[in-house]
């Protein structure tokens, strides 16, 4: 009988560190919340819907006519305000929150209770989702703040050349690989040198840095979209 019960305890820790396992990959691959709720679901079965802070479905792991029920938005709300998890029978409720405020809630609706083990993994995908949702909050915020900032120091009339636009396209899609640069634009190392100093004296020396260069990327990305 111990033995069993200590079985039992593994096999849950087991479980739990796999899905563990899996959440953190998703958030490491870039996916998104509806990846989140696919992968809870399979985990502890059942449905999962996750709600933002103002209580609409952003994620479904299938079933999206149940999106919409009252008893599930019902215990989402209460679950966000009181920032506490809830539990009522086959219904649960986690919040989504960080330190300073909520963002929604991870709602599940199994066939039966859920066990210790599930509430654990539930709880577990309530932070994942959190980390997802501010990841992608930043990454609004800062797409914004590229639209504005660099776009104006990178596009502006001094920059609309399109010979040097393009060799700084061409340099980051190379690694700012002089020759590779210069095979691909048909020019000679010495040019793409010289366009590349322009670049620096326009953006700064950190431009080359790999976070500088991951929004002039996006700078260069937008560019191309508001132009075709």
Same mark, same amino acid.
Request: net charge negative; charged share 25%; hydrophobic share 40%.
């Given at each position: 009988?111990?033995?069993?019960? =200590?079985?039992?305890?593994?096999?849950? $820790?087991?479980?739990? +560190?796999?899905?563990?396992?899996?959440?953190?990959?998703?958030?490491?691959?870039?996916?998104?919340?509806?990846?989140?709720?696919?992968? @809870? +679901?399979?985990?502890?079965?059942?449905?999962? $819907?996750?709600?933002?802070?103002?209580?609409?479905?952003?994620?479904?792991?299938?079933?999206?006519?149940?999106?919409?029920?009252?008893? %599930?938005?019902?215990?989402? +709300?209460?679950?966000?305000?009181?920032?506490?998890?809830?539990?009522?029978?086959?219904?649960?409720?986690?919040?989504?929150? @960080?330190?300073?405020?909520? %963002?929604?809630? =991870?709602?599940?609706?199994?066939?039966?209770?859920?066990?210790? @083990?599930?509430?654990?993994?539930?709880?577990?995908?309530?932070? !994942?989702?959190?980390?997802?949702?501010?990841?992608?909050?930043?990454?609004?915020?800062?797409?914004?703040?590229?639209?504005?900032?660099?776009?104006?120091?990178? %596009?502006?009339?001094?920059?609309?050349?399109?010979?040097?636009?393009?060799?700084?396209? !061409?340099?980051?899609?190379?690694?700012?690989?002089?020759?590779? *640069?210069?095979?691909?634009?048909?020019?000679?190392?010495?040019? !793409?040198?010289?366009?590349?100093?322009?670049?620096?004296? %326009?953006?700064?020396?950190?431009?080359?840095? +790999?976070?500088?260069?991951?929004?002039?990327? !996006?700078?260069?990305?937008?560019?191309? =979209?508001?132009? *075709?």
């Amino acid at each position: 009988m111990a033995n069993a019960t =200590v079985r039992s305890h593994v096999d849950d $820790l087991e479980r739990s +560190a796999d899905v563990h396992e899996r959440l953190t990959k998703l958030v490491l691959q870039g996916k998104g919340v509806d990846e989140v709720a696919t992968a @809870t +679901a399979t985990a502890v079965p059942g449905h999962v $819907l996750v709600l933002d802070e103002h209580g609409t479905a952003v994620a479904t792991s299938g079933g999206a006519d149940r999106a919409g029920e009252p008893e %599930l938005a019902g215990i989402g +709300a209460e679950a966000r305000t009181s920032g506490h998890t809830l539990l009522r029978g086959r219904l649960c409720a986690f919040p989504i929150i @960080t330190e300073s405020e909520p %963002l929604g809630t =991870v709602v599940h609706l199994g066939p039966a209770p859920i066990s210790d @083990t599930d509430r654990r993994i539930l709880e577990r995908a309530a932070l !994942v989702a959190a980390l997802v949702l501010v990841t992608r909050r930043r990454m609004g915020e800062a797409e914004a703040r590229v639209r504005g900032e660099l776009l104006r120091d990178l %596009l502006t009339q001094q920059t609309t050349d399109h010979d040097l636009l393009r060799t700084l396209e !061409v340099s980051c899609a190379t690694n700012q690989n002089t020759r590779g *640069t210069a095979q691909e634009l048909h020019l000679h190392p010495n040019t !793409v040198s010289q366009r590349s100093a322009r670049i620096s004296r %326009l953006l700064g020396e950190t431009w080359r840095q +790999a976070d500088h260069l991951l929004e002039i990327q !996006v700078a260069l990305r937008l560019h191309r =979209v508001s132009t *075709t």
